[in-house]
């Protein structure tokens, strides 16, 4: 197989910006200041940002974190000691490599507040003679969010969801996860619709 004449060391920035721009996950560079450089196309539609809004913000601000709107603002607040993607940020600008940390954000969508749960990723870079930090953050929010304790009626097996509302399993499970649902018989509904049947006639 033919290679494409390119060393590592020696990788244009014309072909360093098309590997930014067409990576299929939200990756946003930080500078020093925890304050965001650039993000990519999929940042900037996950987030529903520009790269424009986003330059020099903190990371909060972009995910629009309910956090980052406390007087303190984005990083500040004691709720934020706690903040994976600020931590990850912090080890990265302190020489750590750190690696697919989950951390959950409530974020407001739409005049509503969300979970968004992200894994995270962050690497330190140096690029002339600055310390910044390139991460990478996976939107998992789907595949985690049925973890953790789901009131469910004891009789009805109706489930109580996150705004106090009552509803079918089935429709729960459409609702907030990606599983598509498909209709059976166990064999003990079987056999009580056999004997139902039996006694009917």
């Not at 290679?3 to 390119?6: H, I, N, R």
């Not at 989950?102 to 409530?106: A, L, Q």
């Not at 894994?119 to 003679?129: D, G, R």
């Not at 009626?153 to 097996?157: D, E, G, Q, R, T």
């Given at each position: 197989?033919q290679?494409?004449?390119?060393q590592?060391?020696?990788l244009?920035?014309?072909?360093?910006a098309f590997?930014l721009k067409?990576?299929?996950l939200?990756?946003?560079?930080v500078?020093?200041a925890?304050k965001?450089?650039?993000?990519?196309?999929?940042?900037?539609?996950?987030?529903?940002i520009?790269?424009?809004?986003a330059?020099?913000?903190?990371?909060?601000?972009?995910?629009?974190?309910?956090?980052?709107n406390?007087?303190?603002?984005c990083?500040e607040?004691?709720?934020?000691r706690?903040?994976?993607?600020?931590?990850?940020?912090?080890?990265?600008?302190n020489?750590?490599v750190?690696?697919?940390n989950?951390?959950?954000?409530?974020v407001?969508h739409q005049?509503?507040?969300?979970?968004?749960?992200l894994?995270?990723?962050?690497?330190?870079?140096?690029?002339?003679?600055n310390?910044?930090?390139?991460?990478?953050a996976?939107?998992?929010?789907?595949?985690?969010?049925?973890?953790?304790?789901i009131?469910i009626?004891?009789?009805?097996?109706r489930?109580?969801?996150?705004?106090?509302?009552?509803?079918g399993?089935e429709?729960y499970?459409?609702?907030?996860?990606?599983?598509?649902?498909?209709?059976?018989?166990?064999p003990?509904?079987s056999?009580?619709m056999?004997?139902?049947?039996?006694?009917?006639k």
């Open positions: 197989m290679g494409t004449g390119y590592w060391n020696e244009d920035s014309d072909f360093a590997l067409t990576l299929p939200a990756l946003m560079i500078n020093d925890t965001i450089e650039v993000i990519n196309e999929a940042a900037q539609n996950i987030f529903n520009s790269n424009e809004e330059y020099l913000q903190k990371c909060g601000n972009i995910l629009k974190c309910i956090n980052a406390t007087p303190e603002g990083g607040c004691i709720v934020c706690k903040c994976i993607l600020r931590k990850s940020v912090l080890e990265a600008l020489g750590k750190v690696s697919r989950k951390g959950t954000f409530h407001l005049g509503e507040v969300k979970v968004l749960t894994l995270v990723t962050a690497s330190p870079i140096h690029y002339e003679k310390t910044m930090v390139i991460v990478i996976e939107d998992v929010s789907l595949i985690t969010q049925l973890q953790g304790l009131p009626c004891s009789v009805c097996h489930i109580h969801d996150e705004k106090g509302e009552w509803m399993l429709e499970l459409m609702k907030n996860s990606e599983a598509e649902l498909t209709h059976d018989i166990c003990v509904c056999e009580k056999r004997l139902k049947h039996t006694l009917s």
